[in-house]
Nanobody, 125 residues
Framework: QVQLVESGGGLVQTGGSLRLSCAAS????????MGWFRQAPGKEREFVTA????????RNGDSVKGRFTISRDNAKNTVYLQMNSLKPEDTAVYYC??????????????????WGQGTQVTVSS
């Protein structure tokens, strides 16, 4: 069992930056592929980015390429999402997720078996 707790969300102006954190507990964090997803009101959950167990490979969704960066610190059981050049369309609840059975940074929500409760990010225009 894995517990995931996101933090770092908030209100930011267009063009600003935020860094989200996701602290994991309950099992060996370094064994899991980690991902970030987001969901805006009335929309489906959208893949943002993911990272392999070692942190050596990442994958980004098209809408965030060049702006968002995922990283992880296995010693601290934490994964981060650095968000730069934020736009109003980035407004959403951001979820951290862990996959215990995939070895690649999947973009499919159904390939992640543990989820955090989400943190709200609001970008004002």
């Amino acid at each position: 069992q894995v517990q995931l707790v996101e933090s770092g969300g908030g209100l930011v102006q267009t063009g600003g930056s935020l860094r989200l954190s996701c602290a994991a507990s309950g099992r060996s964090f370094s064994r899991d592929v980690m991902g970030w997803f987001r969901q805006a009101p009335g929309k489906e959950r959208e893949f943002v980015t993911a990272i392999t167990r070692s942190g050596g490979t990442t994958r980004n969704g098209d809408s965030v390429k060049g702006r968002f960066t995922i990283s992880r610190d296995n010693a601290k059981n934490t994964v981060y999402l650095q968000m730069n050049s934020l736009k109003p369309e980035d407004t959403a609840v951001y979820y951290c997720a862990a996959s215990s059975f995939r070895s690649y940074p999947s973009s499919h929500p159904n390939e992640y078996d543990y989820w955090g409760q989400g943190t709200q990010v609001t970008v004002s225009s």
